[in-house]
């Protein structure tokens, strides 16, 4: 009896667990756009009037499209390794990814971009797509939001394109203020633990009921 009653209890704390990836797309809203100032080697994250950089235009689960979101902090290229016309760096600095609910809560997490490249007229950040966001918290009332914040870490990639072209070298010159449309995607992978957690759980809820059962056995 205490271990059906064990069973039992387990049931409702692994129910509500989601262990799958959650992705999104986005893409620059209004007039926001994506600014590299020479001077300093800066990449900045520049909003619309609303006060927002993105909006998702497309998700894996539903409660995420037209959703708002912004990406504050500063961000430093560090010097281009050029390799004909593909010119990479590093990139430094840490910022702050949001995304608004739309009833008062934002979803937060720390991002940053380990690397961008420029070859010809396109340019991206974390084109390698590792890992670069992670704390992400929400505590609003959005279920796909509570999705994607049940999901230690992810990864953010963004895209962007000059015409004509321009490349990390240029963009870094001193003086030069270049700017520029972009889109994006995010992608929320959990965490091997929680898979190995929910694993441990129905398989621990499976011997229970098996145990269960041989009892409930008549004798031969």
């Known amino acids: 009896m205490k271990s059906s009653l064990l069973a039992l209890s387990l049931l ?48 894996s689960i539903a409660g995420l499209d037209g959703l708002f979101g912004k990406i504050d902090g500063t961000f430093i290229i560090g010097t281009p390794l050029v390799t004909g016309s593909l010119q990479t760096a590093p990139v430094v600095g840490m910022g702050t990814l949001s995304i608004y609910d739309g009833n008062g809560s934002f979803l937060t997490a720390n991002v940053w971009w380990k690397d961008a490249l420029t070859v010809g007229a396109v340019g991206a950040l974390n084109p390698d797509d590792v890992t670069n966001v992670a704390n992400i918290s929400y505590t609003g009332s959005n279920a796909a939001l509570q999705a994607l ?72």
């Open 12 to 59: 409702p704390a692994f129910s509500g667990l989601a262990f799958a990836d959650v992705s999104l797309q986005f893409a620059s809203y209004g007039s926001a756009n994506l600014t590299f100032e020479g001077t300093g080697d800066k990449i900045i994250f520049s909003p619309d009037s609303n006060g927002y950089d993105f909006q998702i235009s497309q998700a």
């Open 149 to 220: 914040a049940a999901n230690a870490t992810g990864s953010d990639v963004v895209s962007f394109q000059f015409t004509p072209p321009e490349s990390l070298n240029q963009l870094t010159t001193d003086g030069a203020v270049n700017t520029a449309t972009y889109s994006g995607s995010i992608t929320a992978v959990p965490e091997p633990t929680s898979y190995a957690l929910a694993i441990g759980a129905s398989s621990l809820l499976g011997a229970l009921v098996i145990r269960r059962k041989s009892r409930a056995l008549p004798a031969a």
